[in-house]
Structures are given as C-alpha cells and as structure tokens.
C-alpha cells in the first residue's frame, strides 16, 4: 500500500496490485472491510477441497489471465508472488509442480511466463522483498494472517527458494530489500532510490 501512495504522490496516478497467486488466498482480491476476498466461505471450503490436479489447473489459469495483454495496455502492472510464488509453493505445499507431475515443472514454467512478461513488458523490474528467518518467524506469531500459507519450520528453506528464483530470473532489472530491521518508510524510501533508474516515460 506504501508503493500504491508513493506511485499517487510522484506520479500522479493511481495503481493498484494483485496479490493472490498463493493457495488458500488465491480466490480473490481482498478488500479494506473483509479479510475474505471476493469468494463466500462455503467458495473457499469448495477451492480447498479441490483435488490436487484442480488446484494445479486453477493457479494456471490465475498465471495466464495476468498475462494477458489488457494488463499491459495501462502504464503500471504491480503483481506481488505471481510465476515465483507458483515456483516454489506447490512442491511444498500443494502436491504438484516437478517434471513428471500433472502441469510439468514450474521451475521451467518460471521461465516461460518470464519470457512472456518481457515481451508484453521489456521494462518490467522484479524487487525481491525478504528479512531474516528470526523476524520472519517474530511477524508470523505477532501478526498471522488468517490465510498463511508458510510454516515456520519452512521459512529458511523458502527463502532460499526465493533468492535462487530472483538470481535465476531472466528479469535484469531487478533489485532485492531488506526489511529485518527497516521500518515501511525507511523500506519505502530505498524502495524509491533503487527503482528512480528504472522508471520509464509512460506510452
């Protein structure tokens, strides 16, 4: 929310992002009144009790109705997990995602959707967002979200997974934040110095 205001303030537009690209909290966007989404809770009940091969092909389908080029026809496209969310997660958590499993590896599916997002989007930046195992686990138990995915028996080895999707990307702009001990303001104003040399003139 910090970007969207900073976007308002420097720019002079409005911006908005997608964040639910992660299984329970890919059923809809969240709003200021409700912590669930657009979907009904017996709607949740329903996605969580789908089959393995359902989920894999719902998240395709989340992956693929982002990248479509009506998104990229407005100057700005924030999406927050997207294709590295969905490199990660499901071999952990969801039942599906290496070579030979239903929908092939996401690792190389990273890739492809990369591939796509430069050539919808050329100037597009990847900002890796992380903090320490200890203040990752400290946030969790002060602040849970009613839909967390991660276990704290897993935050170290899902930040590696992390830093090894963000060095792999084919993304070249890109920069990384570390928010272990920065509050969202002094976060905010790296956020501002690292991005200045990427901003482009609006078409």
């Not at 329903?46 to 992956?63: D, N």
């Not at 693929?64 to 999406?79: R, S």
């Not at 963000?166 to 501002?192: C, G, M, P, V, W």
Request: net charge negative.
């Amino acid at each position: 929310m910090a970007i969207c205001k900073w976007v308002e303030e420097t720019m002079g537009e409005t911006i908005g992002f997608h964040d639910h690209f992660k299984i329970p909290g890919s059923f809809g966007h969240l709003s200021a009144d409700s912590d669930s989404g657009y979907w009904e809770d017996d709607e949740l009940d329903s996605l969580l009790g789908m089959s393995v091969r359902l989920k894999e092909k719902f998240q395709r389908y989340l992956l693929d109705y982002h990248l479509q080029p009506a998104f990229y026809a407005e100057p700005h496209h924030m999406m927050i997990g997207l294709h590295i969310d969905e490199a990660i997660y499901p071999l952990l958590y969801y039942g599906y995602g290496k070579e030979g499993d239903y929908g092939g590896d996401r690792e190389k599916a990273a890739r492809l959707t990369e591939r796509t997002i430069l050539e919808r989007a050329p100037d597009t930046v990847l900002v890796l967002v992380k903090a320490s195992p200890e203040v990752i686990a400290r946030r969790m138990r002060e602040n849970p979200h009613r839909f967390g995915l991660v276990q704290e028996k897993d935050i170290e080895r899902v930040l590696a997974r992390f830093e090894e999707e963000y060095n792999k990307s084919l993304i070249r702009n890109k920069f990384a934040l570390d928010t272990s001990a920065a509050t969202i303001d002094e976060t905010l104003a790296e956020f501002a110095r690292e991005m200045k040399p990427h901003l482009t003139e609006a078409r």
